[in-house]
DNA sequence: TTAGGGTTAG
């Protein structure tokens, strides 16, 4: 009873050559013996079996040749089951040409099948000549190659797809909105995804739970929070990957609290976190730079039995530096399961933040010694860390070092190079550099040569820069604060003056700066000048305090970092308002003594701040961090991390 | 037979 697949001679050959080629266990002839009937079926039950294991099970394609195995829609599903789950391109060809031979050919579920093992297998190519030779096309044809595109970051090749597939007739389902929304989520615009939207209306899709998902991720990506809600708020009903999706559209946009908020009420409703939420969430915290939550969430993956899988263990790690606390970030480093490019990159920048440049170096090197291939981000990360500690011959060697790599420097890189050179002082050597890069100067470049000329009272070369960047952008605040900067701490009142002028002509707004401080549970934001707070007396009241001690053991305020008051001792009265300043005093009233204060704010840290808390840090003895948008201060007794180089 | 969510820098 052989009910073998009919063969062409010339096909049969073939499908026994690849086989073989692939498969060299085959069975001896010795083996098709009277009870073949007790064969085929003890093998299928092999197949099935070893689903799980390591191979694919070609050999039973032999089976099916040799006449022992009746080939059926089961067993090849199976078989390109394993295919996908292990990857195995060439193993899927065989199958395919082996399923041309057979009766099978024609199948238009089975050729589906065949169309989805090659996208899932990531081989787009074989897919599209696999659909384009199918003489009949379903919905469920199409839907698999856009999925295909979708998923192997080609979304434009299924964003052109779909309208095609409209063309012919054929009703999308919702396989095929959530793969288009995918794919819709990519770009600069959302005009797609809300044509997209529509459709789900019209199809009545807007309530799934896949494409509402998918949908409120498409308007998450685009930072539309609000369309995202309003998905999520009709959802019939929700399910993780709706909630991780809104989760990590506000971790993305920095929102780090509306992250932290909606965690909670997954966990309120009872919903089991993810690998994805917890990704999310400590990218939200990182964001927030807050250890005492971070640690909550922390603890709450202890709980769940999690263990530190890459995704989670990267973010984990991620969230310890920068919330200012790296021994923690090594001791989650330490324990991941598996060190990748990303654990790398995440504890350079942490050192590189935290003003450790050297041991920066030092863990790039180790990185290097055991074989992790670094990427761009890698080397820029290293950049950084050399610009901060003034590693000037360890940056020059990384910039080389990226030839070795075959890694062509961005701009990211020329700017942290200009900014290295300038920050210690080199700055015709940076000028001579821009001169000589390959890429065109960009306003990021000359920016950082600004901000070297600014700390080096260059007054000529940033005078340039500055005007470089105005051709750019005339309405970027932060070159023109800079260059008003750079007069006033010269004493070029007058020249500072012009600038102010020039940004109130040309209506260029300079971003309010605020402070945040964590205490216990609670985040508190502080703007300069704050008026509003209810406790603005006793926080005015203590830091006049510290302000009377650090000057008896050196602090001299130094004014020229307020700019809009022509006055020198109305001057002096905002330089002690500064955001930063009332933070601390607020911190100091209602942390408790050798609590370690930790300072956010939105820019740069101001120079006499920097100042003051080196000072403060002494008189008060306590550790106090700032993160500003550039790096991290760790102060302690009378000293910066930064070393004064920031 | 076809589907959605997560990391490092600047």
Same mark, same amino acid.
């Given at each position: ?270 919903? $089991? @976190?993810?690998?994805?939420? /917890? ?5 939200? %915290?990182?964001?927030? +730079?807050? #250890?005492? &939550? ?113 890694? $062509? @420097?961005?701009?990211?890189? /020329? ?5 290295? %050179?300038?920050?210690? +002082?080199? #700055?015709? &050597? ?132 307020? #700019? ?83």
């Amino acid at each position: 009873m052989l009910k073998c697949s009919t063969f062409s001679s010339n096909k049969a050959y073939i499908v026994r050559y690849f086989i073989t080629f692939a498969a060299p266990a085959t069975f001896p002839d010795s083996d098709f013996s009277d009870d073949t009937q007790d064969l085929v079926i003890q093998d299928k039950d092999i197949l099935r079996k070893s689903h799980h294991d390591s191979g694919t099970g070609l050999h039973v394609l032999d089976l099916i040749h040799r006449g022992s195995l009746e080939p059926d829609r089961s067993l090849y599903n199976t078989l390109f089951k394993k295919c996908t789950l292990l990857k195995k391109l060439d193993e899927a060809r065989i199958v395919h040409a082996h399923i041309n031979a057979s009766l099978f050919k024609d199948d238009l579920v089975m050729q589906n099948t065949i169309l989805n093992t090659y996208c899932k297998c990531g081989s787009l190519d074989d897919a599209h000549k696999l659909f384009e030779e199918m003489p009949v096309k379903d919905m469920v044809t199409w839907t698999a190659l856009i999925t295909g595109y979708s998923q192997n970051d080609q979304p434009l090749n299924a964003l052109v797809l779909f309208p095609q597939m409209l063309r012919l007739g054929l009703k999308p389902n919702q396989f095929t909105l959530s793969s288009v929304l995918k794919a819709s989520g990519t770009g600069t615009s959302d005009r797609y995804g809300r044509q997209v939207h529509a459709f789900c209306f019209k199809y009545g899709y807007v309530w799934n739970v896949y494409v509402g998902s998918s949908l409120l991720d498409m308007y998450a990506r685009f930072g539309r929070m609000d369309d995202a809600w309003s998905v999520f708020d009709t959802l019939e009903s929700k399910n993780e990957v709706s909630w991780n999706a809104l989760i990590a559209g506000h971790a993305r946009k920095g929102e780090g609290e509306h992250a932290l908020k909606m965690f909670s009420g997954m966990l309120r409703q009872g919903f $089991e @976190p993810t690998h994805f939420t /917890y990704s999310s969430v400590f990218t939200a %915290l990182a964001s927030m +730079g807050s #250890l005492e &939550q971070g640690k909550w969430v922390h603890a709450h993956v202890i709980k769940s039995g999690g263990k530190l899988v890459a995704y989670v263990g990267n973010t984990l790690l991620d969230m310890y530096a920068k919330s200012g606390s790296i021994d923690d970030a090594r001791k989650v480093f330490n324990r991941l399961e598996r060190r990748d490019v990303v654990s790398w990159n995440s504890m350079i920048t942490g050192y590189a933040q935290h003003g450790l440049g050297k041991e920066a170096v030092r863990w790039f090197a180790e990185m290097l010694r055991i074989r992790i291939v670094p990427n761009e981000i890698t080397f820029l990360c290293v950049l950084t860390a050399c610009s901060h500690a003034g590693l000037l011959d360890e940056g020059q060697k990384c910039l080389e070092l990226m030839k070795k790599y075959s890694i $062509e @420097p961005q701009e990211a890189h /020329y700017v942290t190079m200009v900014d290295l %050179l300038g920050r210690a +002082g080199r #700055l015709d &050597q940076a000028m001579k550099f821009i001169i000589k890069m390959p890429i065109e100067p960009t306003a990021a470049v000359w920016g950082a040569l600004l901000g070297a000329c600014r700390m080096h009272k260059n007054m000529d070369l940033g005078t340039y820069a500055a005007e470089r960047i105005f051709e750019f952008d005339p309405h970027d605040s932060g070159p023109h604060v800079l260059l008003a900067n750079m007069y006033a701490s010269a004493g070029r009142l007058s020249d500072a003056a012009k600038v102010r002028k020039m940004m109130k002509e040309s209506r260029v707004k300079k971003e309010p700066a605020c402070s945040w401080v964590e205490t216990k549970n609670a985040i508190h934001m502080f703007v300069a000048n704050d008026d509003a707070h209810p406790q603005r007396e006793e926080i005015r009241k203590v830091w006049d305090e510290i302000c009377g001690k650090i000057k008896e053991i050196g602090y001299i305020p130094d004014s020229s970092h307020v #700019l809009f008051y022509a006055d020198q001792q109305e001057r002096e009265a905002k330089l002690q308002l500064h955001s930063e300043k009332l933070a601390l005093a607020f911190a100091l009233m209602t942390t408790p003594p050798g609590f370690t204060i930790r300072i956010k704010k939105n820019i740069r840290v101001c120079g006499d701040c920097h100042s003051a808390f080196k000072f403060a840090s002494k008189v008060v003895v306590r550790e106090i961090i700032v993160r500003d948008t550039n790096r991290y201060h760790h102060f302690r007794d009378g000293f910066c991390s930064c070393g004064d180089y920031w």
